[in-house]
């Protein structure tokens, strides 16, 4: 969900596009649900065993941990919220 993200925002903010939001926050929630939902299964709230990982590498596995606890999930989700609130929080385009 991020990368389609990042092209829909450029473009949009190049070309002065007032419909932002239309095609961005779906996207955006889109990413941040799933990012919550790989946060609850990387913390263990949400059990492996039912999960579709099974068959190729772990959604649990600990590949990335700064101090402690900052991983790619909570990077994820961190970064989903950001642009959720953002689209959410800004002032429609032409209402400065």
Do not use: K
């Amino acid at each position: 969900m991020m990368y389609p993200l990042v092209f829909v925002l450029l473009v949009s903010l190049l070309t002065q596009d007032t419909r932002l939001r239309a095609y961005s926050l779906p996207l955006s929630v889109t990413g941040l649900l799933i990012a919550a939902y790989h946060n609850l299964l990387y913390y263990g709230v949400i059990p492996e065993g039912l999960t579709q990982c099974a068959a190729g590498v772990s959604c649990t596995a600990r590949q990335l941990e700064w101090l402690g606890f900052i991983t790619i999930p909570l990077l994820s989700l961190t970064a989903f919220t950001v642009i959720t609130l953002s689209l959410l929080l800004s002032p429609p385009r032409g209402q400065s």
